[in-house]
């Protein structure tokens, strides 16, 4: 079983900077997928970006290239996502996920979502 916790949400102004972490438990992590998803009102859950295990490979959905870094730390079962130049389109529920499959765009283990709020 794997719990993954997520933290460093809030409210921003645009243009603003946030950095979310996600802390997993319950199993070693450093050889999963892991990824970061966001939900925004009304809308479907979208993929945002995925690293690889060793961190040597990183995924970004078009929108938000250049703007958001997703890193890791294995020795501490630890992902994060930089998100800098923050825009209100940016506002959503972000979810982390371990397992994720870039190729569907899923992931097999989320956590339970931190708000991420762009205000204009």
């Known amino acids: 079983q794997v719990q993954l916790v997520e933290s460093g949400g809030g409210l921003v102004q645009t243009g603003g900077s946030l950095r979310l972490s996600c802390a997993a438990s319950?199993?070693?992590?450093?050889?999963?997928?892991m990824g970061w998803f966001r939900q925004a009102p009304g809308k479907e859950r979208e993929f945002v970006a995925a690293?690889?295990?060793?961190?040597?490979?990183?995924f970004y959905v078009d929108s938000v290239k250049g703007r958001f870094t997703i890193s890791r730390d294995n020795a501490k079962n630890t992902v994060y996502l930089q998100m800098n130049s923050l825009k209100p389109e940016d506002t959503a529920v972000y979810y982390c996920?371990?397992?994720?499959?870039?190729?569907?765009?899923?992931?097999?283990?989320w956590g339970q979502g931190t708000q991420v709020t762009v205000s204009s």
């Open positions: 996920a371990a397992d994720v499959s870039v190729v569907r765009r899923s992931g097999a283990y």
């Open positions: 319950g199993r070693t992590l450093n050889r999963s997928t």
């Open positions: 690293i690889i295990w060793s961190g040597g490979n990183t």
